[in-house]
């Protein structure tokens, strides 16, 4: 069994606090992890450089988590070892009154990645089934209708060349309690702060129960989720890391063919 298969949801499995301390990968030296961690960035990076030059395949990596998640570390960690020309990130606000004049795709579908880049949505398309459904901006009916819509954009995605994988990326309430206590005890964290965290916490069990009706609707194999165990960052990491080599290599990238033309050119 790879590693992907490990955490992918089983159908039905509601989200559960009880889950987010797991950690099947970690070994019991945290340093260790950290080089194996550190090994495969660099493998990634390596993988992505080839994905740049063939310029033909494209990838989207989807986090989603709730507030303190980790969603910034895991890019910093994991992805920040690739060439700056071949990536790009973009964290989804809340929409502007233009954007809200458009579908709820409409401004996510520019920002999906080109041929031979990597492009990381830090929240992403999901928000609008997300926080939409917790404070009731839409209903039932409506969230059916884009859960819908979100399969048929993915799908769209994967047949014109996009490989596509989404992190869930699963904290219990209490961890969360822990990190934003944590913000609020080091001044130089305040800026991490922000006080409707504490609103949207209060909705928590509300967010877990939107999360799995989300993530059951939409975990296809042209666009499969992964529940990663979040409440060690280590153990994210790591199987962030190893999902994303696993997906990379599986994609059999290869350098464009040498150039004959170039073979006897002398440099003068």
Sequence with gaps: MNVSTQFRPKKSNKISDGDAGDKPLSSSDKATDKQEV?????KIADLQNILYAAHDRKLLVVFQGMDTSGKDGAVKDVLGRINPSGIRGVAFKAPTAFEKDHDF???VHQQT????????????HYEDVLIARVHDWIDDD???RRLAQICDFERLLAETGTVVVKFFLHISKDEQKGRLEDRLAEPDKHWKFDVQDIEERKLWDAYQD???VAINATDTDQAPWFVIPANSKTHRNLAIASILLETLEAMKLTYPPANPELKNLKIV
């Design 38 to 42: 550190d090994a495969m960035a660099q």
């Design 105 to 107: 795709l409409w401004r």
């Design 113 to 124: 990645p080109a041929s031979g880049q990597i492009a990381v949505f830090n929240r992403s």
């Design 142 to 144: 409506e969230r059916k």
């Design 210 to 212: 939107a999360y799995t």
